[in-house]
């Protein structure tokens, strides 16, 4: 079958499905509807003679001739999209788009200073941005890099660090702490009302403490559990619980009085956010220059 520009697009359209094993996911990495996506796979197996996908009401997975397709192309496709590239890196105006997958802290404390100066600077570079708190495989995903902190990056990524350690702060509003009382000891918060954290593999997270030698996790009792820190502070500026959460995000609510800080003398400190992305693949330009202009305008401080 001869190689034309349908087929070469079909073939990368291929490609993302596999990865994702999702039509709708696959529409969204390579920019076209998950309709127009299966009516361009038809056309494929049409031409080539034979079904490369099963596909259910819940599910899309590979034929033995679409798995055969896949280990065939997947890494002159690969090589074709580092070839440009590289090339990209030689142009006077950088191009092309990068995904990220980033914590929501990771977004508001890093991100929300930094993309402005970049999309100035760097006008032909498309940011595209999934803001979560879930864990996922990012590369498989089909983002080019993530965003968390970095005791919590898998460990056969490439990990570069982006901002200093991170202080972790319990804070709660005045109208509760006069009703409930100042905790001064960490094992004070189980006779508290507290917004327990919920991660992104679905643990519930411990609040940990540092004073000196001393190390404690703390197992926060509450009735309301929450996966999401903006709508944790708004909720503990109301009065319904004590919070848990990086000191940053709530500097201006501190500073402004609708929160105050309690138990700072047991303060835990986390490894920083680190951005990371696969050894395997070619980097883009548009994230080296991303970490480049993060680490120029040190949003969160100087690091280590």
């Not at 065939?72 to 990068?98: F, H, K, M």
């Not at 460990?155 to 702060?169: K, N």
């Amino acid at each position: 079958m001869q190689l034309s520009r349908t087929n070469l697009a079909d073939i990368v359209y291929f490609l993302a499905i596999a990865r994702h094993q999702s039509f709708r996911k696959a529409g969204l990495d390579v920019g076209i509807s998950a309709s127009a996506l299966s009516h361009a796979i038809k056309g494929l197996e049409t031409r080539l003679g034979v079904r490369l996908l099963n596909r259910t009401t819940r599910s899309v997975t590979l034929t033995a001739a679409g798995e055969e397709l896949q280990s065939l192309i997947s890494t002159p496709v690969n090589d074709i999209g580092q070839a440009l590239e590289t090339l990209n890196r030689l142009r006077d105006e950088p191009a092309g788009r990068i995904r990220l997958n980033v914590l929501s802290d990771g977004a508001k404390l890093l991100l929300g200073p930094v993309l402005p100066v970049f999309i100035d600077r760097y006008p032909d570079i498309e940011v595209d941005l999934t803001v979560t708190n879930r864990m996922v495989d990012v590369i498989g995903d089909g983002h080019d890099a993530g965003i968390r902190f970095g005791g919590t990056v898998p460990e056969d990524m490439i990990a570069q660090r982006l901002s200093p350690d991170v202080a972790w702060a319990v804070v709660g509003a005045p109208a509760y702490l006069e009703r409930f009382g100042t905790p001064l000891h960490p094992e004070e918060l189980y006779q508290h009302r507290c917004l327990r954290v919920r991660l992104g593999n679905a643990r519930i997270y411990h609040w940990q403490f540092s004073k000196g030698d001393q190390q404690m996790e703390i197992d926060a009792p509450g009735a309301i559990t929450i996966d999401e820190t903006r709508v944790g502070v708004a909720m503990a500026m109301r009065g319904a619980g004590l919070m848990y959460v990086p000191a940053k995000v709530v500097e201006r609510q501190i500073a402004e009085g609708s929160l105050r800080r309690v138990l700072e003398d047991w303060t835990h400190h986390d490894p920083g956010f680190h951005i990371y992305y696969s050894s395997f693949r070619q980097v883009p330009v548009g994230i080296r220059l991303l970490i480049d202009l993060i680490r120029e305008l040190e949003p969160m401080g100087p690091l280590p």
